[in-house]
């Protein structure tokens, strides 16, 4: 119960950092991330969706979706982001830590999740 807690606030942190960088691009043309936040929210909510139905899903459908959602945040969200700091495509040193910070608690909680799901306990 705890993970899908922290699943939830995962997606609640990455959806409204993707809607802040939003109005910030509108307001001032600038977004926070090289990301474009409305492709970054459009996927939020479609993987938000997907989540909010595992319940619903058999469990070798859900599994392989979220492994393969894990291993694109590791990848992309951590690791484009991990690539390093640029005043160029980043709004301020805030916002990206802020990507990072976020996509790595998703992360983490992901794995955790797959390997919850899967019953190993690693303790």
């Given at each position: 119960?705890?993970?899908?807690?922290?699943?939830?606030?995962?997606?609640?942190?990455?959806?409204?950092?993707?809607?802040?960088?939003?109005?910030?691009?509108?307001?001032?043309?600038?977004?926070?991330?090289?990301?474009?936040?409305?492709?970054?929210?459009?996927?939020?909510?479609?993987?938000?969706?997907?989540?909010a139905?595992?319940?619903?899903?058999?469990?070798?459908?859900?599994?392989?979706?979220?492994?393969?959602w894990?291993?694109?945040?590791?990848?992309?969200?951590?690791?484009?982001?991990?690539?390093?700091y640029?005043?160029?495509?980043?709004?301020?040193?805030?916002?990206?830590?802020?990507?990072?910070?976020?996509?790595?608690?998703?992360?983490?909680?992901?794995?955790?999740?797959?390997?919850?799901?899967?019953?190993?306990?690693?303790?």
């Amino acid at each position: 119960m705890m993970l899908t807690q922290l699943a939830f606030a995962y997606f609640a942190l990455a959806i409204g950092y993707n809607a802040l960088s939003q109005i910030s691009l509108d307001m001032t043309g600038k977004k926070f991330a090289p990301t474009e936040p409305a492709y970054g929210l459009q996927v939020m909510s479609l993987v938000l969706v997907i989540f909010a139905l595992r319940t619903v899903m058999p469990l070798w459908v859900f599994l392989p979706l979220f492994t393969l959602w894990t291993l694109s945040i590791i990848r992309f969200g951590v690791g484009n982001h991990l690539a390093g700091y640029d005043p160029q495509t980043y709004l301020s040193k805030f916002t990206w830590i802020s990507a990072l910070v976020i996509n790595i608690f998703g992360a983490v909680t992901f794995v955790l999740y797959i390997i919850n799901s899967l019953h190993i306990h690693l303790v």
